[in-house]
């Protein structure tokens, strides 16, 4: 989540809404993988497909005490060498820092789009 970049809040139970989670599980086009680092949980990656047969990373996510320790990185890099083909990676310019994928992408065309500003404010008791 990059709640502080885009305003997304936890729900009553403490926990974010990811609806199309469940599909990463179920769906065979896409993918959830476990990032490790020596032995460890250390994050997760969600893929899933994209226009023209290309893999689109819906969501990369390494533990704040990892960050900053190459454990993104060598996790990118090691997906986007998995992968024949092209991919698609999406984030958030202002958090440049934690972009790991798009540094293992090294020579890739940048293309910037508009993102949609996702702030679902909730109201509770």
Same mark, same amino acid.
Request: glycine share 10%; hydrophobic share 40%; charged share 25%.
């Given at each position: ?24 599980? !179920?769906?065979?086009?896409? +993918? @959830?993988?476990?990032? /490790?680092?020596? #032995?460890?949980? =250390?994050?997760?990656? $969600?893929? *899933? ?9 819906? !969501?990369?996510?390494?533990? +704040? @005490?990892?960050?900053? /320790?190459?454990? #993104?990185?060598? =996790?990118?890099?090691? $997906?986007? *060498? ?15 820092? @934690? ?8 020579? =890739? ?17």
């Amino acid at each position: 989540m990059t709640t502080r970049f885009t305003g997304d809040l936890p729900g009553p139970d403490g926990l974010f809404e990811f609806p199309r989670l469940s599909r990463f599980f !179920a769906d065979d086009d896409h +993918r @959830a993988f476990l990032i /490790h680092s020596h #032995g460890q949980l =250390a994050g997760f990656c $969600l893929v *899933r497909p994209f226009d023209d047969g290309a893999s689109f990373i819906h !969501a990369f996510f390494v533990v +704040r @005490a990892l960050r900053r /320790h190459g454990v #993104g990185l060598a =996790a990118a890099t090691e $997906l986007l *060498r998995s992968g024949g083909g092209r991919w698609v990676i999406a984030f958030v310019e202002q958090n440049a820092p @934690a972009n790991p994928p798009r540094a293992a992408a090294g020579r =890739a065309r940048p293309r910037r789009r508009p993102a949609p500003r996702r702030v679902r404010p909730r109201c509770g008791s």
